[in-house]
């Protein structure tokens, strides 16, 4: 799908949208409760829907109706055999779910596209080899074999914070006590503490022991419990992007005490009005394409912590590149940094590539603000944001979709 967006001013109330990663999180505890649960602020992104076919795969049973999901929960452990679980394009449900599913202890397949098995999983391989445990990957699925083992994990604290957060959500059910020990520097610490956050609402004990130790009591169990999704912050930065470019939008749905990481985008925003800026990135990589953006606009900047990017929905970092250069703005992408130069933009005068990546698209989208312009692939946003182009209307912005 392309979509067409003229140059304008956006004015006007906006919502942000259910944070992605928390309703993961709590979408997953519910399901592996002893009861009925139920959800509140759950979309109908291609994400959610992902976490929630897997789910369903292992016996856990749902009734939506608008952004509230009825969850009944399973013991895992005494899972039927299983079918294949199907992750689609989400790298969050994948490696969620290959620790949820070794709790199973029968050979299990999950699937997804070929760029989501081509997103590393090299620590869980290297955890579970010791352990008897298999990971086959092809270029669609995943197979597993063997059972997880409680115990001490330990890896690299700069990875992805989501295979501390899979080993997080399956070891509380082991019958022993397991550390997950995180060799510094430790990135994403604000993800694994959303994580935590999430274990406590149903019950679940565990936490940091020291700086770089957590601590997880075995033999425990979900509770049922009624919870609710907050705003996500990664989501809403591009509304205050649009702040930035001279708009006036308020945003609401936003929890001030939220333990997400991207809440400094204010921050780094207002930071990126200085010439010569510099920021690290290593603690909210998801908001590296909304900052690359607002670069552009203005006095371009240098971003360190960029590694994690490559490995997303789209090399970000390269894709962002190649898309301000159609605006007439430089970038320089290195292995762990990104500069962003300073020209200021022009109207582009090609089609504008969405990389099959939603924040390319939305990031995108709020520099046509200010030129116009037309995205090709624009359909990505339903990853996490299926209705970010009708928001993006109701402030003022002129969207026409064109179909292929």
């Known amino acids: 799908m392309k979509v067409r967006i003229e140059k304008g001013t956006a004015r006007g109330i906006v919502s942000a949208p259910p944070s992605k990663s928390m309703a993961h999180r709590l979408l997953i505890c519910a399901g592996l409760s002893d009861g009925e649960c139920i959800v509140h602020g759950i979309s109908d992104s291609e994400d959610m829907l992902a976490t929630m076919d897997c789910l369903r795969t292992l016996g856990v049973q749902f009734e939506k109706e608008e952004d509230t999901v009825r969850v009944s929960g399973i013991d895992i452990r005494k899972a039927a055999a299983l079918e294949k679980l199907n992750c689609r394009e989400s790298g969050s449900t994948l490696r969620f779910f290959v620790p949820i599913a070794l709790l199973t202890g029968k050979e299990t397949v999950l ?14 391989e290297e955890l579970f080899s010791q352990r008897g445990i298999t990971l086959q990957k092809t270029e669609r699925e995943i197979r597993t074999r063997g059972s997880l083992r409680y115990g001490s994990f330990e890896m690299d604290g700069n990875v992805s914070s ?52 957590l601590y997880i009591k075995g033999n425990q169990r ?12 990664s989501n809403a930065a591009f509304f205050e992007l649009l702040n930035l470019l001279g708009g006036q939008v308020k945003i609401e749905n936003l929890r001030e005490d939220s333990l997400q990481g991207d809440r400094v985008y204010e921050e780094l925003l ?6 010569d800026a510099e920021l690290d990135l290593s603690d909210c990589p998801d908001l590296g ?12 900047g240098k971003f360190t912590g960029t590694r994690r990017l490559k490995i997303k929905e789209s090399n970000r970092g390269e894709a962002m590149a190649e898309e301000l250069r159609k605006f007439g703005v430089t970038t320089e992408v290195l292995e762990n940094e990104v500069i962003v130069g300073r020209q200021g933009l022009r109207e582009p005068k090609e089609v504008l590539n969405g990389h099959n990546d939603h924040r390319i698209v939305m990031s995108e989208a709020v520099l046509l603000t200010q030129t116009g312009g037309v995205i090709d692939g624009a359909e990505a946003v339903s990853k996490s944001f299926p209705d970010f182009f009708e928001k993006l209307a109701s402030l003022g912005i002129e969207v026409e979709r064109i179909e292929n």
Request: include cysteine; hydrophobic fraction near 45%.
């Open 111 to 124: 699937a997804g596209s070929r760029r989501l098995m081509e997103r590393p999983l090299s620590v869980y």
């Open 270 to 275: 207002e930071a990126l009005k200085r010439p």
């Open 222 to 233: 979900y509770h049922a419990e009624e919870v609710f999704v907050e705003g996500d912050y």
């Open 162 to 213: 989501q295979f501390v957060t899979g080993l997080l959500l399956a070891l509380p059910l082991l019958k022993g006590d397991s550390r997950i020990v995180l060799r510094p520097p430790v990135e994403s610490r604000s993800y694994i503490d959303m994580t935590l956050s999430a274990l406590r609402m149903f019950g679940v004990e565990a936490g940091w022991q020291e700086e770089n130790i």
């Open 289 to 300: 394409p909304v900052l690359f953006a607002a670069a552009a606009t203005g006095c371009g």
